[in-house]
């Protein structure tokens, strides 16, 4: 069965400094994977998704996330942190066999002027 | 294009009581999923519904349960509240030949006392 894990529950880091969030996946086929943003009493917002093509995938705000099949990783970065991108954000499979999505636990991303 | 819309956004509820929850998905989704999100749990699976058929469910009590409209609009019920069922309920849609991919509402957050 599909699973990710998101390593580091909070991360924090200085305004324009690398923001990097990580997310390793399970998957027994070629999977579908996604990153999610949720703001404070929203709900949640696509970032970006690989669905097979390539493998550098760039999302709205300037994010963007490389798919890594020989480490089962798909890790989002910004290389200039901003104020505005503190939010928690959710990576997320989709299981081929119920095209349902199946999300990490979130990683809250704190942003310090 | 209108988002997906939940309604209400916030409501207060007492143990025992119930409560039904409404979701109109974006215009040509025919799919709709409803999760819960808490602090302690993150977001789970409730169910799935296509075309007025419930095609993934959850592992959720019986307390739990919804429905789906032939204008694809959903509802979700939950009977006999308990406090843990205190949460944000937030629903997607998906599009045709989708590949996995939510569209989420804002969410209804519940508080049961």
């Known amino acids: 069965a599909q699973s990710v894990t998101q390593l580091g529950s909070h991360v924090s880091v200085s305004e324009g400094a690398l923001v990097l969030l990580r997310c390793n996946y399970s998957?027994?086929?070629?999977?579908?994977l996604f990153w999610y943003v949720q703001y404070p009493n929203q709900g949640l917002q696509l970032l970006l998704k690989y669905t097979s093509a390539a493998t550098l995938v760039k999302g709205i705000n300037g994010f963007e996330a490389e798919f890594k099949k020989s480490e089962t990783s798909f890790h989002l970065t910004k290389p200039s942190a901003h104020m505005s991108d503190a939010a928690e954000y959710f990576c997320?499979?989709?299981?081929?066999?119920?095209?349902?999505?199946?999300f990490g636990t979130g990683t809250r991303l704190q942003v310090f002027p | 294009k209108a988002g997906v819309t939940q309604t209400p956004r916030y409501l207060i509820k007492t143990r025992g009581q119930q409560v039904t929850l409404s979701c109109s998905p974006i215009s040509g989704h025919r799919s709709v999923s409803w999760y819960q999100q808490t602090p302690g749990q993150g977001l789970q699976f409730l169910f799935e519904?296509?075309?007025?058929?419930?095609?993934n469910k959850g592992n959720f009590p019986g307390r739990f349960s919804g429905r789906q409209f032939s204008n694809s609009r959903s509802e979700m019920n939950v009977s006999t509240l308990e406090l843990g069922d205190s949460a944000l309920y937030l629903c997607?849609?998906?599009?045709?030949?989708?590949?996995?991919?939510?569209?989420f509402g804002e969410g209804s957050r519940l508080t049961v006392l």
């Open positions: 519904y296509f075309s007025e058929t419930q095609r």
């Open positions: 997320a499979v989709s299981d081929r066999n119920t095209d349902k999505l199946i």
């Open positions: 997607a849609s998906s599009p045709p030949a989708s590949t996995g991919e939510l569209f």
């Open positions: 998957s027994s086929v070629p999977p579908y």
